[in-house]
């Protein structure tokens, strides 16, 4: 394994959870994505060193299937894609009805949390206060 692919993973699940926890939408969704590409580089980092095309023929012994790469992380990585692809969109998707609807990008607080957190606070089984 390269060193260079390792820390290059490091920094894209570094900046990506630094991007995660801002309160601006956009920053999220390039964050998510930033984590996504990164931890697919792990999972194809873990498939090891190159190899053979992992097909098995007729004419194969037992010594040759050490040499076959193997494809599950392959796999892996493939189907991270196609699902980090639908949630991206469906994260912009909630971004712009966010911005349509209030003109801003960044996330409120929810006044309901906000008073259940204050101090002397608290709510019965039915929601109201005390």
């Known amino acids: 394994m390269s060193w260079l692919t390792i820390i290059a993973a490091g920094v894209l699940c570094g900046c990506g959870a630094y991007l995660l926890m801002s309160r601006q939408l956009s920053r ?3 964050g ?3 984590m996504g590409h ?8 873990s498939g090891g060193e190159r190899g053979e095309p992992a097909f098995v ?7 040759d ?10 796999a892996f990585v493939l189907t991270a894609i196609v ?3 639908g949630v991206v969109a469906f994260l912009l998707a909630l971004a712009y009805r966010s911005w349509c609807l209030s003109g801003a990008d960044d ?13 002397g606070q608290r709510a019965d089984r039915n929601g109201a206060a005390s």
Do not use: C, K
């Not at 023929?57 to 010594?63: F, H, K, N, W």
């Not at 299937?65 to 392959?74: C, E, H, M, T």
């Not at 996330?107 to 101090?119: K, M, N, T, W």
């Open 28 to 30: 999220v969704i390039v």
């Open 32 to 34: 998510f994505g930033l």
């Open 38 to 45: 990164g931890v697919n580089l792990v999972l194809v980092l």
């Open 57 to 63: 023929d007729a004419g194969t012994t037992a010594t």
């Open 65 to 74: 299937v050490a040499r076959f790469s193997d494809p599950l992380p392959q």
């Open 83 to 85: 699902i980090s692809f």
């Open 107 to 119: 996330v409120e607080d929810d006044l309901e949390d906000r008073r259940i957190a204050a101090p």
